[in-house]
């Protein structure tokens, strides 16, 4: 599926990421006029959500479309060497048709980012609902409306010599895939490096007299650190969709990186795993494919063990309206198994540990 759930730069960044929790944890306050609840409240998820940016970002899919070759991945893409306790194997891809030695790096960037994530996450989640009625007695609804958000942080330190490129390949669409193994729990020494991984996924559903309209934000931010250097390696990757139309920006070093408007299309000679694993379509990329299903995947097996939930409703001649608050938190830890290739969609197998 394409995700069926459905600046200066760090200035944008650290706006999405402070504001978001402070509010939440708040107890809603029943005031006196319902309209005036839903208002605020919708205002408020709005502003943490930064929602209305997604108005500014729409762009139109290009009326021409080159389909490129089929892109034929190795095995060790689709089937993984096993990770254990001591030892953690990913994949990173870079965006199509950079320079090769900064696609190279970056594939390698998000390569130990995905290490990160899989060794240790926290992940938290915010979901509000909303229910308006027209009439009470014939309970025709005039609008509900679902918002999501989810972050998921990892951050983890290694020695230099515990991470590893072990095979890279490049595409016929110039894209950097690099196998990478990171080994775990060893003491720290003087030459570390330190990445730090944050990914947020926000999404909500609407409905007004039978009309639906759906928004999906993804953003997937990390940062390389090491002892020896002081200038950091860092890279940004968003996508942003509203009902049929889909953009997405890349950023590597604080430059962004030119997107491919052209369709790919992707093939492998081994096809395993189960069709029902989540999914995204893979005529955008590689990396769009799987970092979002990757996201996905953990917002999917997060069922959240610490949960505080507030709610309310008001009740008039005419109008009922309710709304409820769920926010969680949970630590989190997976493998990464192999992907799966089937009618140019991506499928990920991915074990969750906890």
Known sequence: MKIHVNYSFFQFFILILLPGFLVCQESIKKENSGDFNYSKFKTEFEKEFGESELIDFEEKESNSKKVFSKTKLPNWVISLPASNSSVIFAIGVSDPGMNIDSAYMLATLRGKAMCALLSSSKISGLSDYF???????????????????????????????????????????????????????????????????????????????????????????????????????????????????????????????????????????????????????????????????????????????????SGMTDNYTKISQDISRVLSTKEMSARLLGIVIKNNTLYLNIEFLN
């Open 131 to 309: 229910i308006e009625e027209k009439d009470l007695q014939s309970g025709d609804i005039i609008s509900s409306v679902f918002k999501e958000f989810n972050k998921i942080e990892s951050g983890v330190s290694f020695n230099n010599s515990d991470f590893s490129v072990v095979n890279d390949t490049l595409t016929n669409n110039n894209e950097v895939i690099v196998l990478v193994s990171l080994r775990l729990n060893n003491m720290l020494l003087d030459d570390t490096t330190n990445i730090q991984c944050v990914g947020e996924l926000s999404s909500s559903y609407i409905k007004r007299n039978k009309r639906t309209s759906n928004t999906y934000r993804a953003d997937f931010y990390a940062e390389e650190r090491s002892s020896f250097e002081k200038s950091d390696n860092h890279c940004f990757f968003i996508v942003k969709k509203k009902d049929d139309q889909l953009a997405f920006k890349s950023y590597y070093l604080g430059n962004q990186v030119p997107v491919n408007q052209n369709t790919m299309s992707y093939f492998s000679n081994t096809i395993k795993g189960d069709s029902t694993l989540p999914s995204c379509e893979l005529d955008r990329g590689l990396w769009y494919a799987l970092s979002s299903v990757l996201l996905q995947s953990y917002v999917l097996n997060f069922h959240g063990s610490d949960v505080i939930q």
